[in-house]
């Protein structure tokens, strides 16, 4: 009499085939171990890596303005690694949500309606001192007060239509990259 494999639809009629069953299960069971061993070392490896990440948006007015391929190659010549992007659409609750920290202030209905009317890039970017880096590649927030050779000198229009936005902190950065980013997701 054979015992059938769960799942497997056929019936084990040998000790030879019994013992190939169990070896092709304690495969499995290894890889299922590495992987698993896998997702504890990006974990760790995230942790290493806190000062060297930060996060980036190229807002709704430079997508709508063409200018995304410019400023990724802006980016990549400024010498960061692009470890997670994503086209979006945020809706005004995700906007909201992003920007919660600004709630009480007079320009948040104005930024969180900007921010969700049309797709945007977001972004994790890794370099040495990741957040001061994209800072000073930014520019200042208000374009005509920014330095020459920055991203909103060259592509922003207004302080509110500012092409770009970028964490202001090392601990910020770790929760604006996980709002949009899972573990899997940077590369």
Same mark, same amino acid.
């Given at each position: 009499? &054979?015992? @059938? /494999?769960?799942?497997?639809?056929? $019936? %084990?009629?040998?000790?030879?085939?019994? +013992?190939?069953?169990?070896?092709?299960?304690?495969?499995?069971?290894?890889?299922?171990?590495?992987?698993?061993?896998?997702?504890?070392?990006?974990?760790?490896?995230?942790?290493?890596?806190?000062?060297?990440?930060?996060?980036?948006?190229?807002?709704?007015?430079?997508?709508? &303005?063409? @200018? /995304?391929?410019?400023?990724?190659? $802006? %980016?990549?010549?400024?010498?960061?690694? +692009?470890?997670?992007?994503?086209?979006?659409?945020?809706?005004?609750?995700?906007?909201?949500?992003?920007?919660?920290?600004?709630?009480?202030?007079?320009?948040?209905?104005?930024?969180?309606?900007?921010?969700?009317?049309?797709?945007?890039?977001?972004?994790?970017?890794?370099?040495?001192?990741? /957040?001061?880096?994209?800072?000073?590649?930014?520019?200042?927030?208000?374009?005509?007060?920014?330095?020459?050779?920055?991203?909103?000198?060259?592509?922003?229009?207004?302080?509110?239509?500012?092409?770009?936005?970028?964490?202001?902190?090392?601990?910020?950065?770790?929760?604006?990259?996980?709002?949009?980013?899972?573990?899997?997701?940077?590369?």
């Amino acid at each position: 009499m &054979g015992v @059938k /494999v769960v799942g497997g639809g056929s $019936r %084990i009629k040998t000790i030879e085939e019994a +013992i190939h069953v169990l070896n092709g299960l304690l495969e499995k069971q290894e890889r299922f171990k590495r992987s698993k061993s896998n997702d504890i070392h990006a974990e760790e490896n995230m942790a290493e890596q806190v000062g060297n990440l930060t996060f980036g948006i190229i807002k709704p007015d430079a997508v709508r &303005g063409g @200018k /995304v391929g410019s400023i990724l190659q $802006r %980016i990549t010549d400024g010498g960061f690694k +692009i470890r997670g992007m994503k086209l979006i659409h945020l809706s005004k609750r995700e906007a909201e949500g992003f920007y919660a920290v600004h709630r009480e202030r007079p320009f948040f209905g104005e930024l969180t309606k900007f921010m969700s009317g049309g797709p945007c890039v977001v972004l994790a970017l890794e370099k040495a001192g990741a /957040v001061k880096a994209w800072r000073d590649l930014m520019g200042a927030t208000d374009p005509a007060k920014a330095d020459e050779g920055t991203i909103r000198k060259e592509f922003a229009a207004s302080i509110g239509e500012n092409a770009v936005h970028g964490s202001d902190s090392e601990e910020n950065a770790q929760i604006e990259i996980a709002y949009f980013f899972s573990q899997l997701e940077l590369v």
